[in-house]
């Protein structure tokens, strides 16, 4: 049986990468700056708006969609503690309540319109602004 602590950098691998990813693709592409806050989840929300609004295809934003919701979850990570998990190829967080959040499921709702990743994070983080 594995430990915790064993998994966790597996499963945090690729999300902590796609994550870092968004930030660099937002710096250099659409001069915005992702520092891994809550508040920083604003400017993501209204990016996902701003692609929908655009009307870009769905198979066209699926990276960036993937990339931003794996920023969030690394928010959500670095406030509470949370752990990445993975099974599948799905990839969601584990707060340390026990709760999971699905941040990328969540960038693609966000996409179609019933969906936020800042309300999501607040959630998961009980609101706090650490």
């Known amino acids: 049986m594995t430990t915790q602590q064993e998994t966790r950098p597996a499963a945090a691998t690729k999300p902590v990468r796609w994550a870092a990813d968004a930030v660099a693709t937002m710096r250099e592409g659409a001069r915005l700056r992702l520092d891994y806050s809550e508040q920083s989840l604003w400017r993501v929300d209204r990016m996902i708006e701003g692609l929908r609004r655009e009307g870009t295809p769905s198979a066209a934003a699926a990276q960036v ?14 406030r509470t503690g949370a752990e990445w998990w993975t099974a599948g190829g799905d990839h969601w967080i584990r707060t340390p309540d026990g709760r999971l959040w ?16 800042r309300l999501m994070c607040r959630d998961a983080t009980g609101g706090t602004h650490r």
């Open 65 to 78: 969609l993937r990339d931003l919701g794996a920023y969030a979850g690394e928010v959500i990570a670095r």
């Open 102 to 117: 699905d941040p990328i499921d969540e960038a693609r709702r966000c996409f179609t319109g019933d969906g936020s990743l």
